[in-house]
């Protein structure tokens, strides 16, 4: 009992640790990851040489992997960016009549977010949402929140995205299977988040013109962006690589010389790789830019990216610690006797992780260390089903922490308490939506 209770106050504490660097004392992530690894090191009893090596091996086993794959996606992402494709996806969505402009704004989220970090996403993409909001006299909130919400969904939950990419490997869970179901549930939490939850309350929204400070930004001429062919082709063609190899493993001899080469153009490096040389051509060489444009826009986008890796790195220091430490098996041990759902409490531990922490990576990479002992007390739970849980997790509780809500809020022009009522409860409900559905998928995988 005196250890359980030890290792209870440790990981609370940890964690409060954390929140209190990043809120309070204005830590960057990446420190406080480290101070909390140092101290849940130093009061697990382990020796200073064991705490640095078990950090050394954390960072290095998750940059590893990761490093190569969001380098290859930001420039992916920053060639869809100066090539207009996610503005020719927005476009070509626009002439679907049948479809509402809340909807159009989720499918261009879901599709150009796979590509795009989610900041990036909403800086990039909520041009879009100005255009229609002043062709159709909609709300921006009508517009800007849908498109927000996907961008969160398939951030959390669909990868090669970072964090979804790192609890997918953390957890040894399939990669295709965790973007196919990953894409399904984003897409229809997203609608019931977004346009169906702000349609059944369309009457107390009220009208947002777009930002005088904004006005100037504009979606470029149909003739200045590249094909609706061109586009799809090499946003999704990373995806189709990696979901070719999880067909592979589940049809094919895995001792003959074509599963090998499928093998090694679905792994994410590769496919990431492949992709990243296709932009080259399709998005660039192809509309006569030069090689050194695009050797200047890769160099610009590259520093774009330290943020993200020295946090993904630190948050693997962390979990390296949680288990070289033993509290991570301890902490299995006591979860195991709880009376609750072992998704269910992957959901809420990234969920109130997000809230606290305000970073959805910070959240998801937190939560799969508390998480990943557990996989072994379930058999009868897929690693793909644990993944979700935490990703679907993440995507809640968009509030003042993070630095989304402010975004969202300064480009929609809306007060604080509008923010709350309605970007806010469309992420939360977002987040149970796709629990809901992977406590129903849990049935089949």
Known sequence: MDLQIWTLGVLISSILLIVTSIIKFKLHPFLALLLSSFYVGALMGMKPLDMITSIEDGIGGTLGFLAAVIGLGTILGKMMEISGAAERIGITLQQCRWLSPEVIMVLIGMICGITLFVEVGVVLLIPLAFSIA??????????AIPLCTALMAVHCIVPPHPAALYVTKALGADIGSVILYGLILGVIASLVGGPLFLTIIKKEIPFKAVPE???????RNEDELPSLATTLFTVLLPIFLMLIKTTAELNMDKDTS????LEFIGNPITAMFIAAFVAYYMLGLRREMKMTDLLSKTEDCFSSIANILLIIGAGGAFNGILKASGLSDNLANILSHLDLHPILLAWLVAIILHAAVGSATVAMMGATGIVSPMLGLYPNISPEIMTL????GAIGCTIVTDSLFWLVKQYCGAT??????YYTTATFIASLVALMGIFLLSNFI
């Open 213 to 219: 400070q904004f006005a100037d930004l504009k979606v």
């Open 258 to 261: 074509v599963y090998a080469v």
């Open 389 to 392: 849980a935490i990703g679907s």
């Open 416 to 421: 604080m308490t509008e923010i709350f009522k």
């Open 134 to 143: 002043k062709k159709t006299k909609t709300s921006l909130l009508m517009l």
